[in-house]
């Protein structure tokens, strides 16, 4: 037992220095370059003062030679001396300007290739516990990295997704009967096609009324609330308009317009806030499902996973409380669990990859997509 707790602390030890080493590197560049050029405004502060009286100095023998109190040819002489240490400052200050920025620049080039390295070592940490992706799409919007999760114990798929551009993540609704807001449903399937996404899971959770399915809680889909609740009992996962995933329990409108929400829906409940664990509630506690989970990694790249359950000898599936776990051990900033059961269906360049526990793709409200 205690060597597998000192196997922990190891790993743990070994992911700060491999993840977290780079990014204080990083900020030690950007406070190294910003303190030189601090330094050096304000020795060009004090340089700037002795200007004045050179300055000053050749206003007053203009002034003499204008009241003729001084012969032309002596004070034009003091003048030329003025003139040429200003000249001479003038050409100092140039250089150094350069220089500055030269520095700037530097470290903004190494902050990159420090950030580079950490995206890399994260990609590391996941081949080394996923092994290498199945597929891979490297589009103009994103970026996409998909992975098998059987070498964690799991029958299902997990994504790992840069966003170039946030319009590359929507959330996108079933076709409508009509101009109502209810649906018959739509299958992830047929809104990756019919989107043209290169990736795509079911999203927010959905109650049936009168032959149709309707969504539950807060529903925003290109920055328009398609529904509106006062449900304090769900959560609310969205992107904000410059593709960072935000929400977190019990948000109103007013909560989810201040944080500038343009795609999102509704489910329960959160997992994973700020990079730690959310108590999981009680009627959630415990039991084995199939699971849709979002989130995103330390570095702001997103995660997607379905996985697969209700199926005997293949997949029971996955409580809360483990998926949580595997989670922050795969160093999952804040995450949230969409709808699941039945729903759960993870699609990737037109395929549905996942065994949904229906036997087949059920009919869903929405869907976040990644459009390439």
Known sequence: MFTKVQAALFACFALAAVVFLPLLRQQETLTAAFDRAEAAARARNEAVRPLQAHAEAIADHLAAIRGGEAPIREAGEQIRHHLETLRTFADDEKNRVAESAQAVQAAFAQSRAETAKTKDALDTILAKKLG?????????????????????????????????????????????????????????????????????????????????????GNTVSGGRFISVSDNAAVSFIGFDARGRLVGGPALTRADIERLGVREGASFLPTLIKDGKPQPIPKDWAGKKEPRTLIGHFTNGDVLMVVIDGRQTGYSEGVTLEDA??????LNIRDAYNLDGGGSSTFVYNGRVLNRPSDGRPRPVISAFVILP
Do not use: C
């Open 132 to 216: 290498d992706p199945i597929g891979q799409t490297f589009g103009r919007r994103a970026t996409i990295k998909v992975f098998s999760l059987k070498e964690v114990g799991y029958r299902g798929y997990m994504a790992k997704v840069k966003l170039h551009d946030p319009s590359a993540v929507r959330l996108v609704m079933a076709e409508p009967l009509g101009d109502d807001l209810g649906s018959p449903g739509e299958t992830v399937l047929s809104i990756a096609r019919r989107t043209k996404a290169a990736l795509a899971i079911n999203a927010g959770g959905f109650f049936r009324k009168n032959g149709l399915i309707y969504p539950i």
């Open 324 to 329: 949580r776990e595997k989670l922050l051990g």
